[in-house]
């Protein structure tokens, strides 16, 4: 049985695995929604000193400026590839 994986690029793991949906992803993909925002808080060292920083994350985005989306809405093509004329 083929198990679906959860990624989105900007975000943590375990906020992506508590927050992020299977419908959250269909959404995104059908342009429902265009984005989804993740709230995060992380720690972040500047010249050895730590701090604690509250992080506003784009985690999904319907918009993709290096592939080519074709008919179906579904599949892409990358820029520059021969069955794009």
Request: charged share 30%; proline share 1%.
């Amino acid at each position: 049985m083929e198990r679906s994986r959860r990624k989105s690029h900007g975000c943590k793991e375990t906020r992506c695995k508590k927050n992020v949906h299977h419908r959250d992803f269909l959404a995104v993909l059908k342009r429902e929604k265009i984005n989804t925002i993740a709230k995060c808080n992380a720690f972040k060292s500047t010249n050895h000193v730590l701090n604690t920083v509250h992080m506003t994350k784009l985690c999904l985005n319907a918009f993709d400026d290096k592939r080519f989306i074709l008919e179906d809405g579904t599949n892409t093509l990358p820029y520059g590839h021969y069955r794009i004329v």
